[in-house]
């Protein structure tokens, strides 16, 4: 691929993104023939299946656009069978662990060799610049290139845009490019004054997530009866996740009380809106309803708000995925189903990218990051929560009973979009790591 300018290549990547997903032979080729060494920090925490789903659905873009682009993971985060989930998927994956301090003093010698080996620091898609700080020590130590793909980006992480800090504005600018995973993000970082970079939009990397079924969730659909195409998914979430009761936090008495005051002041009206859904589409349809999780908390609030409210003719065709699981039992289940409605954002977005219909119900303490259902061309199914009424989502999920093969193309035409962006971004990181290479 030719040498261009990034103005050249902004240029392209908003032509390329009102273009079906086509690109030449030439620059295919070009892209797919970059060889270097990526260290990859992604993973921040296996208590969200979201925040699992990041990590392989980057390293699929990786496998699908950058193929002779070897990949190190950098991640924390690997328990509850993250490790072995992500080594059935990508059995070749080279996975190191540890710290870095800002004066450059490794907690694992397999982590200062990665610093060693790799070309190019990757941060990968996630609430916000996650691991900051481990770029800004990959920066000071290596003094090599680094880049920022798919995150949101505002003075508070997701919840709340405005002046970024001083830090986080000297390591954009210092960066090769900085992808945001919402159009706000962006707006937000060119308001800044941010320089240097590349600055662009990407979506979520959980968009591209392409994960083996799993075999327990077959059974679990044999022994529930669920056919495909014939039943929802329907995920809750409190208004503020109860963080204090998954880990410290830090967070006073008084915040958390404040925290726990809003969820119980709109648990009920929010979920009476999954409610409506879940008996229009029962009463409709005759097909089923599983309610399942994406945190590890809301196995304990699926039963109360959503389950036991609901009417007798329409609880015996409604099932309960009753413990919490990770991203690829979420991804089987949600290939079969026919709509997936949530007040959790990744849930709808592993849905999107098994080609399954999929709504989210935004809450607006889940900040801006919601944004990007507008950005990525399904608006439709984007429903802010306090602005919408039980009626609303029970008539989109009646919708999609009516006229399936609609729903479906909607979200194929939404994929197709979205895969036409990351090739043209991929364009773009590629030209990055090929200077990376030549710069050894």
């Known amino acids: 691929m030719p040498n261009i300018s990034r103005r050249a290549c902004l240029a392209q990547l908003a032509a390329l993104s009102t273009l079906p997903l086509v690109t030449s032979a030439l620059a295919a080729k070009e892209v797919s023939d970059v060889r270097c060494t990526v260290l990859l920090r992604s993973g921040w925490q296996t208590v969200n299946i979201g925040d699992i789903a990041h990590t392989p659905g980057v390293l699929q873009l990786f496998r699908d656009y950058l ?66 700080s481990h770029v800004a020590a990959w920066r000071k130590a290596t003094g090599k290139p680094y880049g920022i793909l798919g995150v949101t980006i505002s003075a508070a992480g997701e919840a709340a845009s405005g002046k970024l800090s001083p830090q986080l504005e000297d390591l954009l600018s210092g960066a090769d490019f900085v992808f945001t995973r919402e159009k706000n993000s962006l707006q937000n970082v060119q308001d800044a004054g941010v320089t240097g970079p590349v600055l662009g939009f990407a979506p979520d990397g959980t968009f591209h997530l392409k994960l083996k079924e799993k075999e327990g969730i077959k059974q679990f659909m044999e022994e529930n009866e669920l056919e495909p195409r ?107 189903a026919a709509a997936v409605i949530s007040c959790e954002c990744h849930s709808p977005i592993i849905a999107a990218s098994v080609g399954t219909p999929c709504m989210y119900l935004h809450q607006p303490e889940d900040g801006i990051k919601g944004n990007m259902w507008r950005d990525v061309g399904l608006g439709a199914w984007y429903f802010p929560i306090e602005e919408t009424t039980g009626d609303d989502v ?47």
Not at 80 to 109: Q, Y
Request: glycine share 4%; net charge negative.
């Open 394 to 440: 029970a008539a989109a999920v009646v919708a999609i009973a009516d006229d399936f093969p609609a729903a479906k193309k909607r979200i194929d035409d939404a994929v197709a979009g979205i895969e036409t962006n990351y090739a043209a971004n991929f364009e773009i990181i590629a030209e990055s790591l090929k200077k990376a290479s030549k710069s050894k």
């Open 67 to 132: 193929p002779n682009v070897e990949v190190i993971l950098w991640s924390n985060a690997l328990d509850r069978g993250v490790r072995e989930m992500l080594l059935a998927n990508f059995p070749n994956l080279k996975i190191v662990s540890g710290n870095v301090s800002s004066d450059g003093k490794f907690t694992t010698p397999e982590l200062q060799q990665a610093f060693d080996e790799a070309d190019f620091l990757l941060h990968g898609s996630g609430p916000s610049v996650v691991a900051a």
């Open 230 to 336: 014939k039943f929802i998914v329907c995920v809750p979430r409190l208004r503020y996740t109860p963080y204090h009761k998954i880990r410290k936090t830090g967070q006073s008495e008084q915040e958390i009380a404040r925290r726990e005051a809003v969820n119980e002041a709109h648990a009920e009206e929010d979920h009476a809106k999954l409610r409506a859904a879940i008996v229009a589409w029962v009463r409709k349809t005759g097909g089923k309803a599983v309610l399942c999780p994406e945190m590890t908390y809301q196995v304990e609030i699926m039963r109360p708000l959503l389950f036991d409210p609901l009417p007798e003719d329409v609880k015996k065709n409604v099932v309960l995925h009753e413990k919490y699981w990770i991203t690829d039992d979420a991804s089987t289940l949600y290939a079969d």
